[in-house]
Every structure is written in C-alpha cells, then in structure tokens.
C-alpha cells in the first residue's frame, strides 16, 4: 500500500470517551510511516461542541482529517436490539460501518476507543481481505464458543462448534462491499434479537455468530489486552478500568505510556475520576435502553 493512500478509521464514542479517543488518535499519528494519512470517521454519540474543538486542536491536520456523523445518522433510523448488558448502545454503530462509509472505500479499520497503538497502521491495512469479510483478533479471555462464561453459551442449539475460534470486535478490519453483498448487518441484529438472553457481549455474541468459522485472524498483538502479558504489543486495549479512573490497577507503564500521549492532546493535565462517575456512566448506559424500549 502506497503512503499516499489515507486510512479510513472509525471510531465510536461518547463525551465521557472522548479523551480515550483523543489519546487513540495521537497514537496513531505519532506511529504512522512519514508521509502518512488518516481519513478518521468519528461516530458522534453526543459528544459537545467544546470536547469537538479540543478534539481538532490535539490532531495534525497534515495527517488526520476527521469526519463527524451523528449515531442517528449512522444507524441511519434502524432499530437496535434492546440487549441486557450496561454496554451502552452506539456499540451497535460498527455493524453500519459499511453502509456510512463512502461507497469508494472498500477497507475498514474499526477501532474500540479505549486502545493505544504502538505500531505503524499501514502494515495492518496491508493485510489482504481479497476473499475475506473481516479480520481480528481472538480474544485472549474467550478463546472459543464453548468458554463457559462469556463464550456463545447456546453454541449447541445454534448447530455450532465449541471449538471454534471466538474474537474480539474491539478491532475490526472489513471487507465493506461483501460486508454489504452478504448482508452481515441484519443477520447480526436477528441473531441478536433471536437471541438476546445469551448476549452477554452483545455485539461480539451476534458478529461471531454470523462470521463463525468465516474470519481472518489477525497475530494477536494487534489487540493485546491490558491485562495480558505481550512482548512485542502493537496495540494496547485497555479492557477492564480504563487509565482515566483511579481505579485502574493494570500494566503501570501503559498508564504512563497513555498519559505520555495525552499529554500531546488538548486534554493535557487531564485528572483521573472516581468510581462514582464511573457508575454513573454505567446507570446512564442501562437507562438509555429502558428508554428506547418504553419510550
């Protein structure tokens, strides 16, 4: 892939994320080959107008031009599954990715907002997607269906194999044309629908499901959890307490690595927060849902 080739990214997020995604964003460009470009998607789930700004004076406008699209405009007025989980529900935002993206554009990076990348994007979107749908990663906690906790808990009664490999959507390189010609979009939210008492990782229960067996998988350092030892991470996905709470209690050196970037952002000096905002993000996410489903 030629360097004058921009990237297309997108990520996901709300105010509360918005610093995550800041620190993502450095990352990238502070580990892009020279001559390097980002075309960045930003899915704007009520992000403010202040937050928008300090967001457009942490990036370099010579690399990255970024792009706002509202959820709703996103989503483009479809209905989304009312899951049980305290995920909020623009996780569902990557499932239209496709259909928002320019038609132009056939290879997609979708990346969680809470990652830190430590390698030169171009070399991921090398990988070729010729005959594949999508690419990932295996989830290092969830290796396969049949995990008893958090894998596809009705793998049987689906005709599945508890063997297969199961990944993580935190990161998602797609095929967006035969994502549309095979119509992964709907089968994922009748799946979802279907099924919406064993979705306990709602969207990745669903995309599983539809691409079981169908996946490209990506070396695991391009989606190296926080809490998992890796040699060489070229990305850092801090599941679990994300560095801007106090509570976070994972690798001390990726938080120092992540505040290292931030620093580099409008949000400089930026102060960790307590777990009662932390909650409270939680408590938002499940009303939002009650909402939509009463209201």
């Known amino acids: ?16 994320y918005v610093v995550l995604a800041a620190v993502l964003i450095k990352s990238i460009e502070t580990n892009l080959r020279k001559g390097g470009k980002i075309d960045l998607w930003i899915v704007d789930d009520g992000i403010s107008e202040h937050s928008k700004s300090r967001m457009h004076a942490s990036v370099i406008p010579e690399i990255t031009q970024i792009h706002w699209i509202t959820i709703q405009d996103a989503i483009q007025g479809a209905r989304l599954p009312i899951d049980r989980s305290s995920y909020p529900l623009n996780i569902y ?3 239209y990715i496709p259909y928002f993206i320019p038609q132009n554009i056939e290879k997609v990076l979708y990346l969680d907002a809470d990652m830190l990348v430590l390698a030169d994007l171009y070399e991921l979107f090398n990988t070729n997607l010729e005959l594949s749908i999508l690419a990932a990663v295996t989830d290092p906690r969830v290796k396969t269906f049949d995990n008893h906790w958090g894998g ?16 993580n959507t935190g990161l998602l390189l797609i095929n967006t044309k035969k994502w549309i010609d095979a119509g992964i979009t709907e089968q994922i939210v009748a799946i979802i629908n279907t099924n919406v008492r064993f979705a306990n990782y709602p969207d990745q229960y669903g995309l599983n499901i539809a691409m079981a067996d169908k996946w490209l998988k990506l070396d695991d350092a391009w989606n190296n959890f926080v809490t998992v030892a890796h040699p060489h991470p070229k990305i850092i996905h801090f599941v679990d307490r994300k560095p801007i709470y106090k509570a976070y209690k994972n690798n001390p050196q990726y938080k120092q690595l992540f505040f290292e970037y931030l620093n580099n952002t409008a949000w400089k000096n930026y102060r960790p927060i307590g777990e009662p905002k932390r909650y409270l993000k939680k408590i938002n996410n499940i009303l939002g849902k ?5 209201g």
């Open 1 to 16: 892939m030629s360097n004058r080739h921009s990237l297309t990214i997108v990520v996901v997020c709300d105010n509360h």
């Open 152 to 167: 596809i808990l009705n793998y049987k009664e689906l005709g599945l194999r508890g063997g297969s490999a199961y990944f």
């Open 93 to 95: 935002a990557r499932l």
């Open 290 to 294: 009650i909402y939509k489903l009463f």
